[in-house]
């Protein structure tokens, strides 16, 4: 995608812990994004199948809904990396 390895912040990998939202709009997008993943893998017939990296790319550049408007993630990504260096 061309982003700086910092481009969502600081990442440790051992620092990586799964947990519960309590956010109603995360848990919609999360839905939404499984709901396209298990479309995809029905339509190349099985997980095994499936290209992981461009469902990877496809579901980066889908459209969700932040603050009332459909944006793409990539989009934001790229926003934010311009405010942050400009």
Known sequence: EGLPS????????NEVRLAKTA???VLGVMNQ?????????DQVGG???????GLNRHLRRSLHTK???Y??????????LQRRDP
Do not use: K, Q
């Open 6 to 13: 910092d481009a969502l912040g600081r990442l440790e990998p």
């Open 23 to 25: 956010s109603r709009h």
């Open 33 to 41: 994004m499984a709901l396209e993943i298990g479309w995809h893998v």
């Open 47 to 53: 997980l095994w199948n499936i290209d992981v990296d």
């Open 67 to 69: 603050d009332g408007d």
């Open 71 to 80: 944006r793409v993630p990539l989009e934001l990504v790229h926003e934010g």
